[in-house]
């Protein structure tokens, strides 16, 4: 009677496992805790331009159903891509989704950790290659004023992409994200990355050296003290080069008459009126702060991170 029972819960734990098979077999995603190890981290480095999404279905968000569909919000903007990481970008892997012929890898990027939005973030594993040796961080070098004015200038008129940093795009995502069929013009430069938005104007234009998210812009650099000033009295105290911004968007002094910003509302990179831009903020109730305060969301602050001995 014993070896009957025995035998009867082998075969019992035999078709568990093997619906367990069926199932994971089944599973769209599948990921891995690949920090299992705690001595042997994964890292991944970026080899080419590589977007960083908020999801790990990138198929999902370049082609669709059909193959050739880019996933849009209703405002027209792809909004799962967070930004672009630069060639030598470190990333340490925290999670493996498998597809494959390739890997989505979840990860955590020093540079871009911000909590406060509580994300996820993901990218695709042909853009990078892997280590367990903990790699050297991109070695950021700021380029000269006049080079930062160069890039400016010749990207005026430049497409607005929500999450790019790259006027110039990323030609990979064409071998590893290949549209079904032909797309629009528009669409066809969105799904090449080839564009900026408000903080990734700044961003690329300094080579990465500042923040990439405008939640990290707000706090910058040094404040300069605006709070309770007139436009006239603002515009006095401004610098080429320092940002005016809040948690949602960010304006670039080009210079003493001039501002410069990715503007989604103008569908890509334009010049402004300085005191016109600071005069509209104040008549339309955005307050001018001397530091951020989350719970004023309503108002904008300067920072001055521009040094001329840079």
Request: glycine letters at 8%.
């Amino acid at each position: 009677m014993e070896l009957e029972n025995n035998i009867i819960l082998q075969i019992k734990y035999c078709l568990f496992a093997f619906i367990l098979f069926i199932i994971s077999g089944c599973s769209k995603e599948v990921i891995v805790d690949k920090n299992i190890n705690k001595d042997k981290k994964l890292y991944a480095v970026a080899k080419y331009p590589t977007p960083v999404l908020s999801t790990g279905d990138f198929e999902q968000v370049y082609g669709g159903a059909d193959g050739k569909t880019l996933k849009k919000s209703p405002t027209g903007l792809i909004k799962e891509l967070e930004y672009v990481a630069y060639e030598g970008s470190v990333f340490e892997v925290t999670g493996t989704i498998d597809r494959g012929n390739h890997k989505i890898y979840k990860i955590y990027a020093h540079d871009y950790d911000i909590p406060e939005l509580g994300l996820e973030l993901f990218v695709d594993s042909r853009f990078v290659d892997t280590t367990t040796v903990k790699p050297v961080e991109r070695k950021i070098v700021l380029p000269s004023k006049a080079d930062i004015y160069k890039y400016f200038d010749a990207n005026e008129g430049a497409l607005y992409v929500w999450g790019g940093n790259n006027v110039g795009g990323v030609s990979k995502m064409f071998e590893f994200y290949k549209p079904a069929g032909a797309l629009d013009e528009r669409d066809e430069l969105e799904w090449g990355l080839k564009g900026v938005d408000c903080s990734g104007l700044i961003y690329e234009a300094t080579n990465g050296y500042t923040p990439r998210n405008t939640h990290q812009l707000v706090y910058f650099g040094k404040p300069i003290k605006i709070a309770g000033l007139s436009a006239d009295e603002i515009v006095y105290k401004l610098q080429p080069l320092d940002l005016i911004v809040w948690k949602g968007h960010v304006i670039i002094v080009y210079d003493n008459k001039t501002t410069i910003e990715s503007s989604h509302s103008a569908w890509g990179v334009i010049k402004k009126d300085l005191h016109t831009v600071i005069s509209k903020f104040i008549k339309n109730d955005r307050k001018p702060m001397d530091e951020w305060d989350d719970a004023q969301p309503k108002s904008f602050v300067v920072r001055r991170w521009y040094a001329e001995n840079n």
